[in-house]
């Protein structure tokens, strides 16, 4: 007597395969990832974590102001991009000094002493090599980032009365680029937050 056994049918042989890699190459990728987790750094996230808690001190001081000063600003291009991308960023960092200590700043030691995110620093250290910082007053100055000492005295002074008052704009005074940071206006208050009741 002969005993029939019944194959089985590929159909349910198959996936049960299928099933049986796709189980394998999960847990061999879970091994995978577990062990690149052991190793991870994470003093490098601290490290960023404590940069953005610095932006963020600044922002407190820009909100605890109750106002948000405001200028007009033309950066229309006078052909030399290259200098007046740096004049951008150095005016950034000048007005968010402005903004944390009420006046601009009167040179590159007192922007690096600010309290600035280590990234910002970093930038600075490379604009002080080419820049200068020319206080014309707490509120307005003059920034250059060419390599030219600017003049001190009446021709200073000629240059700064051709100057718009109240916009930041790009000059050219005897063949260098120029930003001129004009005094802010004093803004509109901001109303307290008020709790529903």
Known sequence: MKIHVPRPRWWVVLPLCLLAILVTAYVWELQRWRDSFRKTDFSVLSKR?????AQVEFVRKVVQSQSFPSITVDHASLGRPGVEKELI?????SRVYEVAYHRLPASFDELKRSGLPTTWKEDLNRLEKDCQIIPL?????ILNCDGWKIPG???LNLA???????????YEVQGHIVLYLAPATSGMPIPPKTVAR
Do not use: C, N
Not at 137 to 141: H, I, K, M, T, V
Not at 160 to 170: A, D, I, K, L, W
């Open 49 to 53: 974590g404590s940069e953005i808690g």
């Open 89 to 93: 960023a150095l005016s950034k960092y």
């Open 137 to 141: 007053s707490a509120e307005a100055g």
């Open 153 to 155: 005295g009446e021709l």
């Open 160 to 170: 700064v009365r051709s100057f718009e008052p109240g916009t930041e704009r790009f």
